[in-house]
C-alpha cells in the first residue's frame, strides 16, 4: 500500500471535540483541558514523556508506543505549533516542545506565511504552503518510504480528510463532553462510507476508534 | 525499565493449548492446526507474510505490526526450530522459514548440543545450552540495548516464566479446544499474582491477553 497518511493517538470528547477555539499561550487547547482527553496516554509505559520506568504496558500502551514506528515525518497545522496568528513578528517561537521535540523526524507546519526552516534536536521544522496533496507529496518524499503522520489540530485533520488523503486513523473518544470547541465529526459513523471501523474500549475509559480505507 | 524480556502473538486455545505433542516435519503443531490459532494474524496488513498490500488495519493489526518493533534479538525453544531431537545428525536443516527468516536480528536456539552459527539473510541463528538467566543474557547483549523476544514454544515459554524472567506477555486465545496437547495455562489467571492482565475481545474472534509485571 506504500507510504501511508496516519492519524495517531488523536483525542476527542464524547461529542467530537478536540480543542477549544480560543487558543492562547498559556491554554493551546483553549478551554479544553487535553488532559481530560489524553490522560488515557499520559498514563502508559510508551509514552513519549515519560522517564521513570513505569506506567501500564496493555492496551493503551500499544498506541502511544507506535507513535513513532514507521513514521518518517509530521505535517501539522500552525494552531498545533503554536498560538501566533498572520506573519510571523519574530522567530524567537520554536514550538511548544521545547529542545527536545517527540517528534524526531521533519515536520511539515501548514501556514501561508514563509519563515525560515530550522532543527531543534533531531526534528526539521518546515514551513508550508500549498493544497494539502501538494504538502503530502512534500512529506512522502521527506519520509523516505516510511508513512507520515498527519499530526493535528481538528481543522487540518478535516482538511485532508475532506481532500481524502488519510490512510488510517486512530482517534480516543473520552468520556467527556465539552459541548462547544473545535469538532472532528458528529459522529463517527460519518467515515463509514470511505473507512472500516473497529471500535475497541479500553479499561483506562476511553474507546480508541480505528479506521482504515475500504 | 531496562531491556525487557518480551512473549509476542503467542496463540492458544481455551483450553490453553499452544502446540501438539506429536511434532514432525510435515507437522511443526502436531495434531494443532496453527491456522485455528493465527488465522488472526494472517488477515492484518501487518502479517509478515503478506506481500499484496491488502489486510486489515484494526485492532488485531496493532499487534502483528508490533512484532519486530524495538525487537533485538529473539529466544526459541529447540522445537520451534525444528523437528530434530537428540544430537544434530546433519547440518542441512536451517529451520522453517527458507531463506528470509521472519526475525531480523540474531536468535537464539535452546539446545543441550552444540551446532555452528550459521546465517540466512538479516538472521543469524545461535545454538546455545545454559540456564534461562544465562541465555537472557546473551542474548540481552546481542540485542544491544533493545528488547528481547521470547518466541516460544510452549515449554520455553513456560521454562522462562517458572524462573520469572518474562517481563510482558501477548496471548491471543482463540475461540476453539483441543482437549489435548502443550499446555501454555490451565487459565490465564494462573499467572495474575506476578503479572497485570488486560483482556480485549477482538473482532477477529480472539480474545488478545496482555500481561505486565506488577
Redesign the interface.
Known sequence: ??QLLRVQNFGVSEDGIGAGEDQTLQQPFGHVDPMRLMRWATET?GWPGRTD??G????DD??T??FS??IGAEIMGRNKFGPQRGPWEDHTWQGWWGDEPPFHTPVFVLTHHPRPSFTLSDTTFHFVDGSPAEVLARAREAAQGKDVRLGGGVRTVRQFLDADLVD?LHVTVAPVKFGSGLRLWDAPEELLDRF?L?K?PS?SGVV?H?F?RR
Do not use: I, N, Q
Not at 501500564?56 to 492496551?59: E, F, N
Open positions: 500500500m506504500g509505559a520506568g513505569g501500564s504496558r496493555g492496551l500499544y498506541f508506543r507506535d514506528h514507521g488510517t472500516h473497529e475497541v479499561p480508541h480505528l482504515w
